[in-house]
């Protein structure tokens, strides 16, 4: 079975430039997590969402970032516009949403803002 | 809210002599406790997680890890460690609310000697 997929792997952009990362989870897992690496620090959680609903987006900057989950299966986060303090490797995640269970984390995309 | 620390930022430790990863939580109840590795460019691999019941885990590749409740600790352990398990390690802990979005610590970085 296929793990967490996500794209790109890497992508180098220029500062106040858009940028989006695309995330298909494990199938049959209803909840899907965004998180933020920056480097030389743990994952941060940007979003959760349960099937198409974001429960958690308190720690999303919503004035560059958004991010949407149409018919609850893959995921799109968008930056627009991208700052310098942006650069980092964006991690998706997902889970069958139990509070004990495991969540199963993508390779990840870094991000370079230039 | 729940946190994590982990003390050591960098551990070097010789190929064949036994590791002690720190990590001390901070939960008013019931912690759910994790610990995940990464490797260069890749995602996070789960070793190991404590819900409840034995306070000795048993993980993958050899690893373990000990739950002290009086201690706030959780540290991950292996008797004898192997020129692959160079990579970063991360604790993490999950909140008794129904849900399971995770709070990662910062990691430690293990490099292993000859």
């Known amino acids: 079975e296929a793990g967490v997929v996500q794209s790109p792997r890497y992508k180098i952009i220029e500062k106040k430039q858009p940028v989006a990362f695309w995330c298909n989870p494990i199938s049959g897992h209803n909840t899907l997590y965004w998180y933020l690496q920056n480097l030389g620090q743990g994952p941060e959680l940007l979003i959760r969402y349960e099937n198409e609903e974001a429960v958690d987006d308190s720690q999303l900057p919503k004035d560059r970032f958004s991010a949407e989950r149409l018919k609850g299966v893959d995921s799109t986060l968008k930056i627009q516009p991208a700052e310098l303090g942006d650069s980092a490797v964006y991690l998706c995640?997902?889970?069958?949403?139990?509070?004990?269970?495991?969540?199963?984390f993508g390779e990840g995309s870094r991000l370079t803002v230039l | 809210a729940q946190s994590v620390t982990q003390p050591d930022i960098h551990i070097t430790v010789s190929e064949g002599a036994s590791l002690e990863l720190r990590c001390n939580y901070s939960y008013g109840a019931t912690p759910y406790l994790f610990w995940y590795v990464q490797s260069p460019g890749q995602g996070l691999q789960l070793l190991l997680k404590?819900?409840?019941?034995?306070?000795l885990v048993q993980g993958i590749k050899g690893f373990e890890a000990e739950f002290k409740r009086s201690q706030s600790s959780f540290n991950l352990r292996k008797p004898s460690v192997h020129w692959s398990d160079a990579a970063e390690y991360f604790c993490?802990?999950?909140?008794?609310?129904?849900?399971?979005?995770?709070?990662f610590g910062k990691g430690t970085m293990l490099l292993v000697s000859p």
């Open positions: 993490a802990v999950g909140a008794d609310s129904g849900y399971s979005t995770l709070t």
């Open positions: 404590y819900f409840s019941g034995d306070t």
């Open positions: 995640a997902s889970s069958l949403g139990q509070v004990t269970g495991e969540l199963f």
